[in-house]
T-cell receptor, first 115, second 114 residues
Framework: AQKITQTQPGMFVQEKEAVTLDCTYD???????LFWYKQPSSGEMIFLIY??????QNATEGRYSLNFQKARKSANLVISASQLGDSAMYFC????????????FGQGTELSVKP | DADVTQTPRNRITKTGKRIMLECSQT?????MYWYRQDPGLGLRLIYYSFDVKDINKGEISDGYSVSRQAQAKFSLSLESAIPNQTALYFC?????????????FGAGSRLTVL
């Protein structure tokens, strides 16, 4: 069975500092994808970054990077130079290779950025 | 207009009532999904459809039904609402081709069952 685990219910970070949000996963599929979504207080789900299981390089999108450690089955999100607008709920998600577009989600981490 | 539109955005209803949540998309995507979000549980898949004639149960389909009226429309029904169906419901779409196959979400429908 596939599973995504986010062990940090809440995190605090000082503005302009970097922060790492943890995500571990479990799957027996050799091919899979890992995603991070942001949910601000307004409620919408915003796609941030994607990592394929066969990608050699860690994914980066602006201030977001995904620290992909395949052997450890972890896909941590790193946000550099935190901004007040980064305060939100963050969800890690996974798609198995034979699951079409279906994603399974972790429980989420609420990030608060302090001025 | 939003790429994925959900109606209603907010709904308060009573136990036993039938409720329909509607989703329409202008992305031209074949694949559509309904998820439910509860605090501390993340998002859980209710139903999904990979094309107009395809309907599949997700992780938590009991108490729900869906209809794919067209490529662009996917509705979720609660035949007889109960209080533990109080949640934030999301419709999402994806292209269905190889690669990232990123889900695009609607703004959500907040349902309260009294």
């Amino acid at each position: 069975a596939q599973k995504i685990t986010q062990t940090q219910p809440g995190m605090f970070v000082q503005e302009k500092e970097a922060v790492t949000l943890d995500c571990t996963y479990d799957t027996s599929d050799p091919s899979y994808g890992l995603f991070w979504y942001k949910q601000p207080s307004s409620g919408e789900m915003i796609f941030l970054i994607y990592q394929g299981s066969y990608d050699q390089q860690n994914a980066t999108e602006g201030r977001y990077s995904l620290n992909f450690q395949k052997a450890r089955k972890s896909a941590n999100l790193v946000i550099s130079a935190s901004q007040l607008g980064d305060s939100a709920m963050y969800f890690c998600a996974m798609r198995g290779g034979n699951q079409g577009g279906k994603l399974i989600f972790g429980q989420g981490t609420e990030l608060s950025v302090k001025p | 207009d939003a790429d994925v539109t959900q109606t209603p955005r907010n709904r308060i209803t009573k136990t036993g009532k039938r409720i329909m949540l509607e989703c329409s998309q202008t992305k031209g995507h074949d694949r559509m999904y309904w998820y439910r979000q509860d605090p501390g549980l993340g998002l859980r898949l209710i139903y999904y459809s990979f094309d107009v004639k395809d309907i599949n149960k997700g992780e938590i389909s009991d108490g729900y039904s869906v209809s794919r009226q067209a490529q662009a429309k996917f509705s979720l029904s609660l035949e007889s609402a109960i209080p533990n169906q109080t949640a934030l419901y999301f419709c999402a779409t994806s292209e269905g081709i190889s690669g990232a196959n990123v889900l695009t979400f609607g703004a959500g429908s907040r349902l309260t069952v009294l």
